[in-house]
């Protein structure tokens, strides 16, 4: 078996001879970006070959030129391992230090939790008293455990247990409710009552977020995060719906990749607060329709192709050990309901922990709830109604598809300001630039825009173009590149930006506007209608308003009417966690939320073509 070595961590591990030189380096615990799914088509897996060989595949020699192949310059998809190896993989070409947005939108309004612990005092059998220690236990128990059926592991432990204090005995339950029935967990000699806590997930597409909690006291014990591993198999649901359709052991390797996922977010938020994993009982997951399905091992490939009908979108709830997630045996893994296809659990989470539809919010007046990822996908409550659509708005806000893009990670420009002669950029951690995440991308395309270096169809000027009286060092920034002009950004200009790089932007950008102008169409409501923009997940929480509104991306409304929701998917996922009404509720709410299908409609296109456009400068 060869042996591949990285550098310049000095891992080394053995693979099979013809693995693909992606999975081996994975494998040895060094996450590669990979945006296009390990297509060839991104070159974000660039790797070198330092020593040993590695043939290089038809793809490396179209993307790479004769010198970079003879120096080992490699795509770490599209090369097997035959032979022992040592490759470096530059820090540009790791997914690392990722920006992740944990706070919630909403606090837990009460604490009512599915499962609960309790101490009942059932006392011991006699001869004149012989009833079955369930009847004996259940009788005792009263109105709190009518109706609850046992598990078979609670049966077993029930006699021991019942008889070590007398009958003092602590027993961990899950109320019934319209996911499931109710259920005797498991049981203990009071003294040895087991702790009772849970955990809420946000599985993205990108990052999941986990949170720990006491369900007793309702004390958050820990919050924890992790990339999510699916990345190797493309930035987006779609690839990895097709992934998991088209590929053998496809839908079994991405459920597993989300439910490791979990689990270790899990084990450290554990960790961290001293806990055992026995002592979880119930877990609440909200994602996007595609990763719920994933993470069940059910396969999504039906919601990527029309009609995009999901194999379901009600709320599940299914044995945590079924899906691979290490807790208390009987405990139960939940998802939240879905509305459709593309407007999942995250986005009925999002509804529930802004509680947009209470009522509260509808004196001030129509709001739009907006989640931009890879997918735009936004909700219009007006009125007491709720109307959805999502929008395919690409990964370039992700950072793929654009020549030195990146994800919000440690080094990503991130933020792009004008400061009368020249354009200041901001990389995130004050790292040296490694390329352009999504906010620095809009708010440089803002700030081309406001300073003439673009006009307003995204086009970028030539050097000999430019507006008299743009000062020298902005002037500076701008060259003539192989495909026509660039200006360079970073604080030492080493990240070009071009007009192919516009070009995407403003394809996502107006994705996304046009689906929030086609919901307001619906309603007869105009952009000036809204009393709210609300923007959430880990994008919408970095994004500087003025130039989202600048570029055209939102509704045009005065900037102080732009809010931001932070990561409602994991406060949706808390409450349900919490509280049970809240489950109950979100249930509601999925099936109140009318769903809009974008594809095919004219008037959508119309909307998409004139929102390609950039506005210029900001509103209010
Ligand atoms: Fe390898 Fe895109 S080219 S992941």
């Not at 709320?315 to 999942?344: D, F, H, N, Q």
């Not at 709410?589 to 506005?615: I, N, T």
């Amino acid at each position: 078996m060869p042996t591949v070595r990285i550098e310049p961590d000095g891992f080394s591990i053995q693979v099979a001879s013809g693995d693909s030189l992606i999975s081996a380096v994975e494998r040895a615990g060094v996450i590669v970006d990979t945006p296009c799914g390990g297509r060839g088509g991104c070159t974000k897996c660039t790797v070198r070959i330092v020593a040993g060989d590695l043939a290089p595949s038809e793809a490396c020699r179209q993307a790479f030129d004769a010198g970079k192949i003879a120096a080992g310059w490699r795509l770490a998809c599209q090369v097997r391992v035959t032979a022992d190896l040592t490759v470096e993989v530059p820090a540009a070409a790791r997914v690392r230090g990722e920006r992740i947005v944990a706070a919630g939108a909403a606090e837990s309004r009460s604490l009512d939790p599915l499962v609960f612990g309790t101490v009942v005092e059932a006392g011991v059998p006699s001869l004149e008293d012989q009833r079955a220690d369930l009847e004996r236990l259940l009788a005792a128990g009263g109105a709190g455990l009518a109706g609850l059926a046992p598990e078979l592991g609670f049966l077993r432990d029930l006699p021991r247990a019942l008889r070590a204090e007398g009958g003092r005995t602590a027993v961990v339950a899950r109320r019934a409710w319209s996911g499931g029935c109710g259920r005797l967990i498991s049981v203990a000699p009071a003294s040895r009552a087991p702790r009772v806590l849970g955990a809420a997930f946000d599985l993205g597409t990108t990052t999941a977020v986990g949170e720990l909690w006491d369900l007793a006291s309702g004390r958050r014990l820990g919050v924890a995060s992790r990339t999510n591993p699916q990345r190797e198999y493309g930035a987006d649901v779609i690839s990895r719906a097709e992934h998991a359709a088209g590929s053998p052991g496809g839908l079994r390797d991405l459920q597993r990749l989300a439910a490791g996922c979990l689990d270790e977010i899990l084990a450290e938020c554990l960790r961290s607060a001293g806990c055992r994993s026995a002592d979880v009982h119930d877990l609440v997951v909200a994602g996007n329709t595609v990763m719920q399905h994933l993470l069940l091992g059910v396969t999504p490939e039906h919601i990527a192709m029309s009609p995009f009908a999901p194999a379901f979108a009600a709320a599940r709830s299914v044995p945590a050990a079924e899906v691979l997630i290490t807790a208390a045996p009987g405990a139960r893994l939940s998802v939240l309901p879905a509305v459709s296809g593309y407007v999942g659990g995250d986005i009925v989470a999002g509804l529930l922990a802004t509680g947009l539809l209470d009522g509260a919010d509808d004196a001030s007046g129509p709001v739009l709830f907006i989640d931009i990822g890879t997918n735009g996908e936004m909700v219009l409550v007006a009125g007491g109604q709720a109307t959805a659509c999502s929008t395919a708005a690409g990964p370039a806000f992700e950072g793929a598809r654009i020549s030195h893009g990146c994800r919000a990670m440690s080094g990503a420009v991130e933020e792009v300001r004008f400061d009368g002669t020249d354009l200041v950029c901001l990389t995130i951690d004050g790292a040296a630039p490694l390329g352009i995440c999504g906010t620095g991308l809009i708010d440089a395309a803002a700030e081309l825009v406001r300073t003439g270096l673009a006009d307003e169809t995204g086009r970028l000027l030539e050097p000999g173009e430019l507006p008299a009286g743009t000062p020298a060092a902005l002037a500076g920034r701008v060259r003539l590149g192989q495909d026509g002009p660039e200006v360079l950004l970073g604080a030492g200009r080493e990240i070009p930006l071009t007009g192919r790089d516009l070009r995407e932007l403003q394809l996502a950008k107006a994705a996304v506007r046009a689906g929030a102008e086609t919901l307001l169409a619906e309603a007869g409501l105009a952009a000036g209608d809204l009393a709210r923009v609300l923007l959430a997940g880990a994008f919408g929480s970095y994004i500087d308003p003025a130039n989202a509104l600048a570029i055209g991306l939102l509704p045009a409304v005065p900037v102080e009417r732009v809010a931001f929701g932070g990561n409602t998917s994991a406060a949706g996922a808390r409450l349900a966690l919490l509280d049970r009404a809240q489950r109950e509720r979100a249930a509601e709410l999925a099936r109140s939320v009318r769903y809009l299908e974008l594809s095919g409609r004219p008037d959508f296109q119309e909307r998409f073509a004139e929102a390609m456009f950039f506005p210029g400068a900001a509103s209010g």
